[in-house]
């Protein structure tokens, strides 16, 4: 399929997003809003010398859009590898046996709903300066939305099938292994894409911490000097890479729970 | 395909409509229905130096203006807030002025507030002396020879951030070349950097400074105001339209400005008490922290021009704002108030 092909074909894809471009730099140069506020072609200007050093318009910046969005990229995936490692253990735990569920799981729950951005002064206290609280921040943010959605995949099984493995001989680690685990695939995967999300959107609190690099900290940095248009620009790459990793995310899940391609159909 | 097309229309138009709600809310100086006084609605940053702004209303000619005051978390929300006329007036640091001045925004300052309120703070492992430049100069070369450059930070793009980086440079420290710069955002950070011997010398701001220093997190090392842009740290400024449309009322705004600075010059009681009920900070660190204040409503022009001067060669801003600076620092009306000439008042 050639490239109008595939703009005829999905035309109406990109439609809403040209549109409201459209709108936007119509109202800037129209003078309506704020000079605060910069138009589309602002923010692509800025944006492109972030990425390709033009004109030295990003200032300290230009040309570091790659080394900003890798740096951004490693915390998330560190924070999110762990959180998701830690989640799905304990979730399959807290799913599978009464006594942790009793001890561990109310205060987890307590937990659960303690913003993230409240972890800062902790999060330097524990972890000082640097790429760590960062990444324990991301890793906060996507730990919950994985863990509850994995005790609900287990507890969600049917205790008949746990049964039949239970009167074929099957041990704990089996009946785990081959039941527990990928009967609760969906919904473990489920939580994953959702807390993808929350950890990228984690990163522009968690690079206001003494880090040098990453689209959050480029975001928090234009603020303090009134770069609107790179603020807008760090948003977008934080957006798009977002996505990227999403739709990376959906082909490992094919792959995985290929017995369940209906349900991942348009996802 | 018509019922479709329908939806995807009024999606359109509910996006259209958030849009133009982003867009800003128009002027916000306003008459008071009955009495004719006009309201001027004030944004002030939560630190030591920019809290006195909160006791502007207290000294408001109420025949004249109606100063409603609202506290923000930094000067960047304050300077955004007042750039898309949420407020009429803001206190700001000269950095903002200089920042808004190079985006472009239509800023005029009209008067100053309080300077000062920078402090060099050394970890307690370094053993410095205050203001021994000559072994900080020495510590700088041998760690940069060991190939473990000193790690001294700031808050970048803050005012104790060009005062550090003035006098480092004052002193024949390259602050780009000869030490690892850390930028840690958040002054309430700076204690558990220094504590945690994650940096060894630090620039921070009024109260944290008292505070890191009473709680012996480290010691204070120098006051960084010898270099060309001097102490200044806070600048009042507002928008042309709002002089145009209200020139009484920010003429009145001014002198119940310098009514809290005269006040505050002599008596620093209420500062401390505003200090204390703010930022919940001690009787003992408010009142050391104000040790190191300098309240003044005068502008100093050629300060300002070397603060840009910096920011510019540090890239902070892209352009040379000297005319624009020259052009956006009104005098008039604190020289109609004071009966002093521009010049008396910061204009050298």
């Known amino acids: 399929m050639n490239v109008s092909q595939y703009l005829k074909n999905n035309y109406y894809r990109i439609f809403v997003p040209l549109l409201l471009l459209i709108i936007w730099q119509f109202v800037a140069q129209m003078g309506w809003m704020t000079n605060l506020f910069p138009s589309p072609v602002k923010v692509a200007r800025g944006l492109a010398d972030w990425v390709f050093n033009i004109d030295g318009t990003a200032q300290d910046k230009s040309g570091k859009w790659v080394f900003d969005a890798l740096n951004s990229t490693k915390r998330v995936l560190i924070g999110y590898f762990l959180a998701s490692l830690s989640a799905i253990i304990i979730g399959i735990s807290i799913g599978w046996s009464a006594i942790i569920q009793k001890t561990i799981e109310p205060t987890i729950q307590i937990f659960r709903f303690i913003p993230p951005v409240s972890w800062i002064p902790l999060a330097i206290i524990w972890f000082g300066i640097g790429d760590n609280p960062a990444v324990f921040l991301v890793f906060l943010g996507a730990f919950f939305p994985i863990l509850i959605n994995t005790i609900h995949g287990v507890r969600s099984l049917d205790i008949n099938i746990i049964h039949a493995a239970s009167m074929m001989g099957a041990t704990t680690w089996q009946k785990i292994k081959f039941v527990v685990i990928p009967s609760s695939l969906p919904s473990i995967f489920t939580g994953m894409r959702t807390s993808l999300g929350t950890a990228w959107m984690i990163t522009v609190t968690a690079e206001m911490i003494a880090v040098k690099s990453g689209l959050g900290y480029a975001l928090w940095d234009s603020y303090y000097f009134m770069r609107l248009d790179l603020v807008i620009a760090a948003m977008i790459s934080i957006g798009i890479l977002g996505f990227l990793s999403d739709w990376i995310l959906r082909i490992i899940i094919r792959r995985i729970l290929h017995w369940q391609q209906d349900l991942l159909n348009n996802k | ?348």
């Open chain 2, 1 to 348: 395909m018509k019922k479709n097309m329908m939806l995807v229309i009024s999606s359109i138009a509910v996006m259209c409509l958030f849009l133009t709600a982003c867009t800003g809310n128009g002027a916000t100086g306003s008459s008071n229905g009955n009495s004719g006084i006009t309201t001027l609605k004030l944004g002030y940053a939560k630190c030591a130096h920019c809290l006195p702004m909160s006791l502007t209303p207290q000294y408001q000619d109420k025949s004249k203006v109606n100063i409603q005051a609202t506290s923000f978390q930094s000067g960047n929300d304050v300077l955004t807030a007042l750039t898309s006329k949420s407020i009429d007036v803001a206190q700001v640091t000269y950095l903002h002025f200089i920042t808004a001045l190079d985006r472009g925004l239509d800023i005029v300052a009209i008067s100053g507030q309080v300077n000062g309120g920078s402090d060099i703070i050394a970890s307690n492992k370094l053993n410095l002396k205050a203001d021994d430049w000559a072994s900080l100069k020495t510590l700088v070369k041998q760690r940069k020879a060991d190939g473990k450059p000193l790690k001294i930070a700031a808050s970048r793009g803050n005012a104790q951030d060009i005062h550090l980086r003035g006098e480092l440079q004052l002193h024949g420290i390259n602050p780009n070349k000869d030490i690892e710069f850390v930028n840690i955002a958040n002054p309430a950070d700076h204690e558990a950097a220094l504590e945690r011997n994650e940096v060894d010398l630090i620039c921070t701001v009024e109260p944290s400074a008292s505070k890191i220093i009473l709680d012996k997190k480290g010691k204070h090392f120098a006051y960084p105001y010898n270099q060309a842009a001097g102490n200044l740290t806070n600048i009042i400024v507002t928008r042309s339209d709002v002089i145009k449309d209200h020139p009484e009322a920010v003429k009145a705004f001014v002198e119940a400005n310098m009514k809290v600075v005269d006040k505050i010059s002599a008596d620093k009681a209420p500062w401390i008490s505003v200090i204390q009920k703010n930022t919940g900070m001690s009787s003992e660190v408010s009142t050391r922290a104000l040790d190191n204040a300098y309240p003044d409503y005068k502008m100093y022009k050629s300060k300002t021009l070397a603060i840009a001067k910096m920011m510019k060669e540090l890239k902070y801003i892209n352009t040379d704002v000297s005319k624009k600076v020259e052009k956006q620092m009104d005098y008039t009306i604190l020289e109609s108030i004071t009966g002093k000439n521009a010049s008396e008042l910061g204009d050298n």
